[in-house]
């Protein structure tokens, strides 16, 4: 196995448009649309997160697909920040909730964990 294994992620929510405005106002990024696979892909919707797939790191989407519920529970994905208070000091205001706040992990940084407007919760990291 490769170091920093994992190359994609998909955070799944049931309303686009009001996953998007959250994203967008905490990660302060532009989410983009992706055309949709080739093959059976009926009744999905994504919007990807900025990405260089040369790059170090995971690229990565929300996606909207009939049958898939979003919701916490399962994998975690943390989205890398300078200081991941800021971060976290916009998610009420986008309309989500911060599950626990930013807490140091010693060597390693520190970490927030928020819960988006879909019930998915995930986490921010940075050093300092």
């Not at 983009?32 to 994504?46: F, H, N, Q, V, Y």
């Amino acid at each position: 196995m490769k170091p920093n294994p994992v190359v994609w992620f998909e955070i799944y929510v049931q309303d686009m448009a009001r996953a998007r405005r959250f994203y967008e106002a905490v990660l302060q990024c532009t989410l983009e649309p992706l055309p949709m696979p080739e093959g059976d892909a009926g009744g999905m919707e994504m919007l990807s997160f900025p990405m260089d797939m040369a790059a170090p790191g995971a690229g990565g989407m929300l996606v909207r697909m009939d049958g898939v519920s979003p919701g916490g529970g399962g994998t975690l994905v943390y989205f890398g920040c300078e200081d991941c208070a800021v971060e976290q000091s916009r998610v009420e205001a986008a309309g989500g909730r911060i599950r626990k706040p930013k807490f140091s992990i010693g060597p390693y940084g520190f970490c927030a964990l928020v819960v988006d407007t879909e019930g998915n919760c995930f986490g921010l990291h940075s050093m300092t």
